[in-house]
């Protein structure tokens, strides 16, 4: 059960477009279509952005966007703003009925 | 709505117990397995295990085997998490989160800090 491996900063441009990869194994990121992100402002819980890879919940913007190839998943923010600024976090389903989170990544706006 | 509302912070002694309660309320509650989640100060988040609220025995992260507990108790829709023999290490914020019933949260907690000192 070893944690998804994530870059510990991003940075970008208002307006730019970033991504941020998450790396894991066949275990689990590759194995199964069970990937969720979470953006998490300082003091505050997480706040769930993406789910099953690449579905978006209602109420997040369609600026943020999922995908998967292989054993890597990938959030890609369209458009950074300000307000995107936060600690991103990936997550994944293992096998054995268990679950691993990346070690997390911090989102700066230039 | 749905709630998540998690007992006050904790203070404890090395090589105590802690144990945190997670009260559920506005969906049902046999529908939805909980995660328990940890974040120590600056850190990332730590899994430590899921239960089903139907009673099957919960699932823990190998790294808390032995030392994690999971219950409920459906009388007062409530979750609990016991960890035993504290270090200074367990110092953390601790999240219930509620499953989707697709191995993601769409509900946290809002965390309970212990805190594991001498």
């Known amino acids: 059960q070893s944690a998804l491996t994530q870059p510990a900063s991003v940075s970008g441009s208002p307006g730019q477009s970033i991504s941020i990869p998450c790396t894991g194994t066949s275990s689990d990121v590759g194995g199964y279509d069970y990937v969720s992100w979470y953006q998490q402002r300082p003091g505050e819980a997480p706040k769930l952005m993406i789910y099953?890879?690449?579905s978006r919940p209602s109420g997040v913007s369609d600026r943020f966007s999922g995908s998967k190839y292989a054993n890597t998943a990938s959030l890609t923010i369209s458009g950074l703003q300000a307000e995107d600024e936060a600690h991103y976090y990936c997550?994944?389903?293992?096998?054995?009925?268990?679950?691993?989170f990346g070690g997390g990544t911090k989102v700066t706006v230039l | 709505q749905v709630q998540l509302v998690q007992s006050w912070p904790e203070v404890k002694e090395p090589g105590a117990s802690v144990t945190i309660s997670c009260r559920a309320s506005?969906?049902?509650?046999?529908?939805?397995?909980m995660h328990w989640v940890r974040q120590a100060p600056g850190r990332g988040f730590e899994w430590m295990g899921i239960i089903n609220p139907r009673g099957v025995i919960p699932t823990y992260a190998q790294k808390f085997q032995g030392r994690v507990t999971l219950s409920r108790d459906i009388s007062t829709n409530t979750f609990y998490m016991e960890l035993s023999s504290l270090r200074s290490d367990d110092t953390a914020v601790y999240y219930c989160a509620r499953d989707s019933t697709s191995w993601y949260v769409d509900v946290w907690g809002r965390g309970t800090l212990v805190t594991v000192s001498s």
């Open positions: 506005g969906y049902t509650f046999a529908r939805h397995n």
């Open positions: 099953d890879v690449s």
């Open positions: 997550s994944s389903y293992a096998s054995g009925d268990t679950w691993v």
